[in-house]
Each structure stands twice: as structure tokens, then as C-alpha cells.
């Protein structure tokens, strides 16, 4: 009954677009949310001194966070910064996490061009195998030769030692 009627009030939501009478949401590329800058605090004349610290901190502020050696690493390898000592003490979230998105999809390639590398390589192996006439089926066989060879003279090596002992 539930499943039924939100399927029913999609289908209304989706004929209504479609039909004109309500306008299709768009995507202007522009960020809605914490798009401010950042305020400063107004304390009142009377409490207003030159060179305190309390007249400095901000009263709105997109929050700021001390990154990592690791987060170090991160910006530098998504070229924010050059080396390690120009990554300032204080970074914002967007910054980390932009790089971290740069850092990943650089990972993805890297291991694109390792799988791409790897199968050309296993694909020469294979070719230089099969000109040698080698292939898992005749390596099984010989390990399995090979193992009723010594299967039969672990029974010729017991046999022995049981006729010894008689």
C-alpha cells in the first residue's frame, strides 16, 4: 500500500515536470551552501580594545582543520603546495577533501595503467609458454607423475623395512 503510493506520487511528479506545469530543477554551478565569507565580531565600543584577543575572533567561521603529515603529503601530491613547510598550520575541509579527490583519481589511473601493463605482459608470457609447448595442463600431469613416482617408492621403501623386520 505505501510502495504503491509513493510510486503513484512519482509518476505525478514526474508528469508534472514533463508537462510543463512545474519547472525542472536546474544546476547553475554555483554552491548554495556555505558560500558567506567569513564575519568578524563586533563587540560593543565599551568593550572594544586595540590588541585584545577576543576582538579578532570571528563570530561566523567555516570550521578549519590542522591537517596530518599525511594530509601534508595529500596536498602536496595534489600540487596545492610544493613542499611541506608552505602547507599553513590551519586548512579548510574543501581543501583537503579536493585533494583527496585529486589524489584518488590519480590512484585510479595508476592502477588502470598497472592492470593495463600487467595484462599485456601476462599476454607476452602466455605467447613465449605456448612457444615452449609448456601449459598447466602438461604441469599438472608431471606433478602428478611425479607424485605416484614417490608415492610408489615410499610403498617399495616400507615394504622393505617390513620384510627387515620379519
Given amino acids: 500500500m505505501i510502495l504503491s503510493t509513493i510510486h503513484r506520487s512519482r509518476i505525478a511528479f ?28 563586533k563587540p560593543p565600543a565599551s568593550e572594544a580594545q586595540p590588541g585584545t584577543p577576543a576582538a579578532a575572533q570571528p563570530v561566523f567561521r567555516i570550521p578549519g582543520h590542522k591537517p596530518t603529515d599525511f594530509d601534508k603529503k595529500i596536498l602536496i601530491w595534489a600540487g596545492r603546495f610544493k613542499t611541506k613547510e608552505q602547507v599553513p598550520n590551519m586548512v579548510s575541509m574543501e581543501m583537503i577533501e ?4 585529486k589524489v584518488r583519481v590519480k590512484v585510479c589511473y595508476l592502477m588502470i595503467l ?15 609458454a605456448a612457444a615452449r609447448h609448456e601449459s598447466l595442463t602438461s604441469w599438472n600431469m608431471e606433478r602428478k607423475a611425479r607424485w605416484r613416482q614417490e608415492a610408489q617408492q615410499e610403498q617399495v621403501a616400507a615394504t622393505v623395512v617390513d620384510r627387515k623386520l620379519q
Fill in 114 to 128: 598497472a592492470t593495463i601493463m600487467g595484462c599485456l605482459v601476462m599476454a607476452v608470457l602466455g605467447k613465449q
Fill in 98 to 101: 579536493a585533494a583527496r579527490n
Fill in 14 to 41: 514526474r508528469t508534472l515536470i514533463v508537462r510543463g506545469h512545474m519547472p525542472a530543477p536546474r544546476f547553475t554551478g554555483q554552491r548554495k551552501l556555505c558560500s558567506r565569507p567569513q564575519e568578524t565580531a
